[in-house]
Structure formats: structure tokens, C-alpha cells
């Protein structure tokens, strides 16, 4: 048996780029600070570029029974409740795109990657075992764990994160930048949404420094709600539990609607959002990053997971194009990778500024996104 890659992290990335070297033939050993491996109980949307990813690794089917595919997406004025803009992701855009725009639960995506990497027989996931450092001698790089195991393979990845230790070794640049956005995601059974909330769509309620967005998950059964705001109160918090009166107080000047979505929420998890400036490399010998670790993004663009999951399925493509030479091909990875993924983490910081906007920013806001297609939106 070839000498396997070693993935530190069994995040949707993680899982990604184990499940397509494994396609490809490559063994992997995923090692996971985690004692037990899955997700955080909230949606993502995921653009037809993952999807197209998902495809590639024969998962098609799988994401296509798990999804909910919404017939637009829709901006709306999170104070006066008045539409912004419309984008219908209906049989035009799949044509345009050649795959849909999907809404799914994380914890569904994720399973559908594990469960995949499994069941290849190539991938061995090894939980309750967080990387703490390794060491590359130009042949193999061996990764030592906090729990005391040792782990040999031809190469690392490190799906590590956005406080990536891999990353602290290979670029050193400290901790992720503090936002001062705060996210709030909660999910609930359907029932527990009046009927006239109930939209086969993604809407975001765009308010000042904050916004709500809100979509249906699992085939409908469940309610998907994510709202942001800013505050310079937290500067750390990731997955924690959020504070209802914080958010009431946050969303006090927003429409009725925005309220009493707010108000079907007993519990809230909290996320204090980072991301990074992008950057041009991310390799080193036999080592590389990829999703978060690389290029942590602020979510305001939908892309952080789909980005993950493309740089596992081209990283496996560089790595069987480069004739066993894995420097060279995390290179051709990371140049392939860098300029996309950077314009996300750019782009998302913008769309930030519109989504919150106030006063004249906010009619700039509606002046210039009114009418967009889906294409201008997009591409
Ligand atoms: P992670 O998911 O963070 O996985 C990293 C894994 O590494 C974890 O399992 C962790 O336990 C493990 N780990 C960490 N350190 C170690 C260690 N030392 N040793 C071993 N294991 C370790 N993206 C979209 O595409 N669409 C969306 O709609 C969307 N919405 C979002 C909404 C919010 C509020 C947020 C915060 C993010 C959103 N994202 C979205 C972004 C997306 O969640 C991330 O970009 C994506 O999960 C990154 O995946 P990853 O595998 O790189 O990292």
C-alpha cells in the first residue's frame, strides 16, 4: 500500500480533498481534534459550484436528495420590508450554470462526505486526535498529536480551520482578523413558522449594521435562520451560546417581519466572524492548506464551504498531474486556487458593507443592486 496523505481536520474541506485524493486511488489518514466527527446543527447554501464539485465526486445524487432547491433569491429592505432585489434560481439559471443553487443542512453535507470517504476503503479517520505539530524531511512528513500518536504519510493538508495550527508553521501570520460581526444561527421545525413566513427562498433582510436570512432546509422540514450584527463587545466565540436580549436589542428598529422570525428562537448559537486578507502562497514542501485554513472568508457571499470543497477536488487533480512531485503540484494548487479564493474573501468584505448599510449608503445599496440578474450576480 502507497504511503498515505495525512489531512489534519475532518471539516467539510477535510473530507473533500480525503474523499477525492481517495477517488483517485491515493490512501488518507484524517486526523480530528473532534471526539466524535460532525457538523454544527445550522444550513449553508451551496452555490452550483460546490455542487458541481459534489458531482465530481460522485456524490450527485446524494446532495440532490438532501437539498432544498429554492426558486429565488430574494434582498429585501430589513427596515421598510420593501424588496430590493430579485434573483429567480429556477431552470434558467441551472442552464446558465449547469447546476442549481441548493440550500442544505451542514450536518447532511457533511455526513454525505463522510460517509462516502468510508466507504472507499481509503480513508481512515482517526477522531480525538489534534495535531499539535509535524515535521517535513523532504520524504515524508510525520504528525505528532496532543494525545500522544504519531502519524507518517507522504504529505500534509492541513483542513485545519481558521485558527489553523498547520498554518501557524507554514506562514506564521498570527491570529485571523476579529470582524466585529457577530452571527446568530438557529434551525427549527417548520410548524413553528406561520404560514405566511414560510418562502421557497433564501431572503435576506438587509438592515443597518445588521440583517436576518432566512430559508427552509431538508426537504422543508426545517426553518433556517442566521442573523448578523455588529458589536465590538466579543472578540472571541465560536459556536457559543448566543444571548437572546442582545439580538432583540441589535434588531430593535427592524420591520415586524424580522421581529417575529427573531422571536420564534428560544436558543441561539453564536459565531464572532474572522476572516484573513487573502494571500499568494500557502504551501511548503510537502505541506499545504486549504478551505479555511488558507482563505477564511466572512460568510456574506456563501462561498467558505464551496471554496473548501473545490481546492480538495483540484488539489487531487494537481497532485495526479504532477508525476509524484508534491511540491510542484501544491504549488500548481495553490497558484490555481489563490486569485479565486481571494476575490471571495475581498468580495465578501464588501458585500458586508451593503448588506448593513444605513442612510445614504443603504439607498446606494438598493440603487445599485435593484434589477441584477443572475448572472451579473453570479458570475
Ligand atoms: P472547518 O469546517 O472549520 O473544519 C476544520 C476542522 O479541523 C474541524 O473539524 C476542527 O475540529 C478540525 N481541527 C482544528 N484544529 C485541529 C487540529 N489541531 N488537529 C486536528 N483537527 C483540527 N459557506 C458556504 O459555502 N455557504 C454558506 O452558506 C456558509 N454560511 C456560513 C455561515 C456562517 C455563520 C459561517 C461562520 C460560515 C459560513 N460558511 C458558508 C463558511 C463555511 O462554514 C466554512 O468556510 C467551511 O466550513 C470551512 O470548512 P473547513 O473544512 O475549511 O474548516
Same mark, same amino acid.
Given at each position: 500500500?502507497?504511503?498515505?496523505?495525512?489531512?489534519?481536520?475532518?471539516?467539510?474541506?477535510?473530507?473533500?480533498?480525503?474523499?477525492?485524493?481517495?477517488?483517485?486511488?491515493?490512501?488518507?489518514?484524517?486526523?480530528?481534534?473532534?471526539?466524535?466527527?460532525?457538523?454544527?446543527?445550522?444550513?449553508?447554501?451551496?452555490?452550483p459550484n460546490?455542487f458541481r464539485m459534489?458531482d465530481?465526486?460522485?456524490?450527485?445524487?446524494?446532495?440532490?436528495?438532501?437539498?432544498?432547491?429554492?426558486?429565488?433569491?430574494?434582498?429585501?429592505?430589513?427596515?421598510?420590508?420593501?424588496?430590493?432585489?430579485?434573483?429567480?434560481?429556477?431552470?434558467?439559471?441551472?442552464?446558465?450554470?449547469g447546476y442549481?443553487? *441548493? %440550500? @442544505?443542512?451542514?450536518?447532511? /453535507?457533511? =455526513?454525505?462526505?463522510?460517509? #462516502?470517504?468510508?466507504?472507499? $476503503?481509503?480513508? !481512515? &479517520?482517526?477522531?480525538?486526535?489534534?495535531?499539535?505539530?509535524?515535521?517535513?524531511?523532504?520524504?515524508?512528513?510525520?504528525?505528532?498529536?496532543?494525545?500522544?500518536?504519531?502519524?507518517?504519510?507522504? *504529505? %500534509? @493538508?492541513?483542513?485545519?480551520? /481558521?485558527? =489553523?495550527?498547520?498554518?501557524? #508553521?507554514?506562514?506564521?501570520? $498570527?491570529?485571523? !482578523? &476579529?470582524?466585529?460581526?457577530?452571527?446568530?444561527?438557529?434551525?427549527?421545525?417548520?410548524?413553528?413558522?406561520?404560514?405566511?413566513?414560510?418562502?421557497?427562498?433564501?431572503?435576506?433582510?438587509?438592515?443597518?449594521?445588521?440583517?436576518?436570512?432566512?430559508?427552509?432546509?431538508?426537504?422543508?422540514?426545517?426553518?433556517?435562520?442566521?442573523?448578523?450584527?455588529?458589536?465590538?463587545?466579543?472578540?472571541?466565540?465560536?459556536?457559543?451560546?448566543?444571548?437572546?436580549?442582545?439580538?432583540?436589542?441589535?434588531?430593535?428598529?427592524?420591520?415586524?417581519?424580522?421581529?417575529?422570525?427573531?422571536?420564534?428562537?428560544?436558543?441561539?448559537?453564536?459565531?464572532?466572524?474572522?476572516?484573513?486578507?487573502?494571500?499568494?502562497?500557502?504551501?511548503?514542501?510537502?505541506?499545504?492548506?486549504?478551505?479555511?485554513?488558507?482563505?477564511?472568508?466572512?460568510?456574506?457571499?456563501?462561498?467558505?464551504?464551496?471554496?473548501?470543497?473545490?481546492?480538495?477536488?483540484?488539489?487531487?487533480?494537481?497532485?495526479?498531474?504532477?508525476?509524484?512531485?508534491?511540491?510542484?503540484?501544491?504549488?500548481?494548487?495553490?497558484?490555481?486556487?489563490?486569485?479565486?479564493?481571494?476575490?471571495?474573501?475581498?468580495?465578501?468584505?464588501?458585500?458586508?458593507?451593503?448588506?448593513?448599510?444605513?442612510?445614504?449608503?443603504?439607498?446606494?445599496?438598493?440603487?445599485?443592486?435593484?434589477?441584477?440578474?443572475?448572472?451579473?450576480?453570479?458570475?
Amino acid at each position: 500500500m502507497k504511503s498515505p496523505f495525512l489531512v489534519a481536520g475532518a471539516g467539510i474541506g477535510g473530507l473533500a480533498a480525503a474523499l477525492a485524493l481517495a477517488r483517485k486511488g491515493i490512501p488518507v489518514d484524517v486526523i480530528e481534534q473532534a471526539a466524535e466527527i460532525k457538523e454544527v446543527g445550522a444550513g449553508i447554501q451551496f452555490g452550483p459550484n460546490g455542487f458541481r464539485m459534489m458531482d465530481r465526486l460522485g456524490l450527485r445524487d446524494a446532495v440532490n436528495h438532501l437539498a432544498v432547491f429554492p426558486d429565488d433569491l430574494i434582498l429585501m429592505d430589513g427596515v421598510s420590508a420593501e424588496e430590493i432585489t430579485r434573483i429567480h434560481v429556477g431552470q434558467a439559471f441551472r442552464d446558465k450554470f449547469g447546476y442549481p443553487y *441548493a %440550500l @442544505i443542512h451542514r450536518a447532511d /453535507l457533511h =455526513s454525505v462526505l463522510l460517509k #462516502a470517504a468510508e466507504e472507499s $476503503g481509503l480513508v !481512515r &479517520v482517526h477522531a480525538g486526535q489534534s495535531l499539535e505539530r509535524f515535521e517535513d524531511d523532504g520524504e515524508r512528513v510525520i504528525v505528532a498529536t496532543r494525545e500522544g500518536q504519531r502519524y507518517e504519510g507522504q *504529505a %500534509l @493538508i492541513g483542513a485545519d480551520g /481558521l485558527w =489553523s495550527k498547520v498554518r501557524q #508553521a507554514v506562514i506564521g501570520d $498570527g491570529k485571523p !482578523r &476579529v470582524s466585529g460581526h457577530i452571527a446568530y444561527r438557529a434551525v427549527l421545525p417548520i410548524e413553528k413558522v406561520p404560514e405566511q413566513y414560510r418562502k421557497n427562498a433564501m431572503i435576506l433582510w438587509a438592515g443597518p449594521k445588521n440583517h436576518l436570512v432566512q430559508y427552509p432546509l431538508r426537504g422543508g422540514e426545517l426553518f433556517n435562520l442566521v442573523a448578523v450584527f455588529h458589536s465590538d463587545r466579543y472578540d472571541e466565540g465560536w459556536d457559543a451560546e448566543g444571548e437572546r436580549e442582545e439580538l432583540f436589542k441589535r434588531f430593535a428598529n427592524n420591520c415586524e417581519t424580522v421581529k417575529t422570525l427573531l422571536g420564534k428562537i428560544d436558543t441561539w448559537r453564536m459565531w464572532v466572524l474572522c476572516d484573513r486578507d487573502p494571500i499568494e502562497k500557502w504551501s511548503d514542501g510537502r505541506v499545504t492548506l486549504l478551505g479555511d485554513a488558507a482563505h477564511p472568508m466572512l460568510q456574506y457571499l456563501a462561498q467558505g464551504a464551496c471554496m473548501a470543497i473545490e481546492d480538495g477536488v483540484i488539489l487531487a487533480d494537481m497532485v495526479m498531474s504532477s508525476g509524484g512531485d508534491l511540491p510542484s503540484a501544491f504549488n500548481n494548487y495553490q497558484e490555481a486556487r489563490h486569485l479565486r479564493a481571494g476575490r471571495c474573501q475581498v468580495t465578501a468584505r464588501l458585500y458586508g458593507e451593503f448588506y448593513h448599510a444605513d442612510g445614504v449608503k443603504a439607498k446606494l445599496r438598493t440603487q445599485m443592486l435593484s434589477g441584477r440578474t443572475a448572472e451579473q450576480a453570479y458570475e
